[in-house]
């Protein structure tokens, strides 16, 4: 099981900052991958960012990338976003998610989180 977080408010100005977190109950090996994705209304789940659960390397959709930071704690088992430079088209629900390999496609991942609302008004 996933449980994703939102640590501080779910609703802020462009410019803004935001982090989220995503705990895992089970124990994640080397080959996994920890993602984000998000949806906003009326479109698909999109890839935002990755990490390699084992190497920490990572990976990020280039609307993100500079604004957007993954990183993993092996020992609390949890993965982070932090979201700066907020801009409005960043507003969605996100989603956490494991596989068991790097993959841009939602359909790759097994297991997610519940989601959670980040709002960015202008």
């Known amino acids: 099981e996933v449980s994703c977080r939102r640590l501080g408010g779910g609703s802020v100005q462009a410019g803004g900052s935001l982090r989220l977190s995503c705990a895992a109950s089970?124990?994640?090996?080397?080959?996994?991958?920890m993602a984000w994705f998000r949806q906003a209304p009326g479109k698909e789940r999109e890839f935002v960012a990755a990490?390699?659960?084992?190497?920490?390397?990572?990976y990020y959709a280039e609307s993100v990338k500079g604004r957007f930071t993954t990183s993993r704690d092996r020992a609390e088992n949890t993965v982070y976003l932090q979201m700066n430079s907020l801009k409005p088209e960043d507003t969605a629900v996100y989603y956490c998610?494991?596989?068991?390999?790097?993959?841009?496609?939602?359909?790759?991942?097994?297991?997610w989180g519940q989601g959670t609302l980040v709002t960015v008004s202008s």
């Open positions: 089970a124990r994640a090996f080397s080959s996994h991958v």
């Open positions: 990490v390699r659960w084992g190497s920490g390397r990572t």
């Open positions: 998610a494991r596989g068991n390999g790097l993959a841009y496609a939602p359909a790759e991942y097994k297991l």
